[in-house]
């Protein structure tokens, strides 16, 4: 069993910052891939960031010179920096693993960004 838990979530003023983290527990070594996506009401959800073992990022275009992505080598954990906060930010952010074809979530953690 993989657990995903994500923290850091909340509520913050237009402009401002927040710093999501996840960190992978359970019977897993290592990851391929991790994450973060994110649901507003009404939308599909939307890939955010992503970072590979190796490193390699990739952002959605909203969000390109404001939120940074970085993992933490000690752990199976992965960091998002999110940086000039708009309203349209707002959404419940969700952590992603994938790990020989398999995708592990985690349970969302609200982003509200008030105007």
């Known amino acids: 069993q993989v657990q995903l838990v994500e923290s850091g979530g909340g509520l913050v003023q237009a402009g401002g910052s927040l710093r999501l983290s996840c960190v992978a527990s359970g019977s897993i070594i290592g990851f391929d891939v991790m994450g973060w996506y994110r649901q507003a009401p009404g939308k599909q959800r939307e890939l955010v960031a992503r970072i590979t073992s190796g490193g390699r990022t990739n952002y959605a275009d909203s969000v390109k010179g404001r939120f940074t992505i970085s993992r933490d080598n000690a752990k199976i954990a992965v960091n998002l920096q999110m940086n000039s906060l708009k309203p349209e930010d707002t959404a419940v952010y969700y952590c992603?693993?994938?790990?020989?074809?398999?995708?592990?979530w985690g349970q969302g953690t609200q982003v509200t960004v008030s105007s």
């Open positions: 992603n693993l994938e790990r020989y074809s398999t995708t592990y």
